[in-house]
């Protein structure tokens, strides 16, 4: 099974564990330490490498609410990057260039300011659904008011995309009823938001097959969507491991909207 692959990066992996939001410093969203490892069960999608990946998907109706600690402010356009023209110039030689530079291309993924694309930066989870939305053609409301959920900032430049997902049925907020648009978002939620937009069957679950994953319990909210991560070749056919409370990156971000971009053309 090919999950999201992860870049040089890191992406913390603590098998079967929650992991608590780390305190960003920086703007526009923490970068993982060079040094750190990859999710578990990624697949380099554009680069051909192999990958892994973990976490529980946030965003369902039966998921569990957590507290937002220091969330990733992107406040310079988000991923409305494209109108300068400008190719970005921290992607050169990175494993998910390709991907990254196909939905640059295909109008879906921008930089989080001019020219750069900070592909090791912490993905958001309105970053996340934008691609989403702009990768299925979803229609997008002219205003984003009402507003789709009690914490939605109108003003954000989120906030029609975020609209558009919830008409669409692809995400739903967390127990409490919000959406916590900048929140670093996990593996679990990155495979419910991207296979829901794209349409995944969700008609059937190998609890067999899925049992093999040490780290996840086979009666969770997610476990479709992790059924789904295999069907659509996101992960690794041998994966042991997907981390689901990992925070994913801008870069495997791309990969996996990329992998269920390509696989439907070809299809």
């Known amino acids: 099974m090919r999950i ?50 973990t ?3 946030t965003g369902g109706p039966d998921a569990v609410t957590e507290p937002v600690v220091n969330p990733v402010k992107v406040t310079q356009g988000g991923l409305e990057s494209q109108s300068n023209n400008c190719r970005f110039r921290d992607i050169s030689g990175h494993r998910s260039e390709g991907a990254i530079n196909y939905l640059y291309d295909k109008g879906v993924a921008g930089g989080r300011r001019p020219c750069y694309f900070e592909p090791n930066a912490v993905v958001t989870r309105a970053e996340v659904t934008t691609m989403v939305v702009r990768a299925n053609d979803v229609p997008v409301p002219v205003t984003p008011e009402p507003k789709a959920f009690p914490d939605t ?104 909207v990329y992998i269920l971009m390509t696989r439907r053309e070809g299809s």
Request: proline share 5%; hydrophobic share 45%; net charge negative.
């Open 4 to 53: 999201f692959k992860r870049s040089t990066l890191v992406a913390i992996t603590i098998v079967g564990i929650v992991l608590p939001l780390s305190a960003f410093a920086q703007s526009s969203g923490p970068e993982r330490p060079l040094s750190a490892g990859k999710l578990p069960f990624l697949r380099e999608a554009s680069a051909g490498g192999a990958v892994t990946s």
């Open 55 to 57: 976490a529980p998907e």
């Open 153 to 256: 900032d109108v003003n954000s430049w989120s906030a029609k995309h975020v609209k558009a997902a919830k008409n669409a049925d692809i995400v739903h907020g967390y127990p409490d009823g919000l959406f916590r648009a900048e929140k670093p978002i996990n593996v679990v939620e990155t495979l419910k938001i991207t296979t829901r937009g794209f349409d995944s069957d969700f008609s059937q679950v190998d609890f067999e097959k899925l049992s093999k994953i040490t780290d996840i319990a086979l009666d969770q909210w997610y476990i479709k969507y992790v059924q789904a991560g295999f069907d659509e070749n996101l992960i690794l056919e041998n994966a042991t491991l997907i981390a689901p409370a990992s925070e994913v990156t801008r870069a495997e971000a791309a990969e996996i």
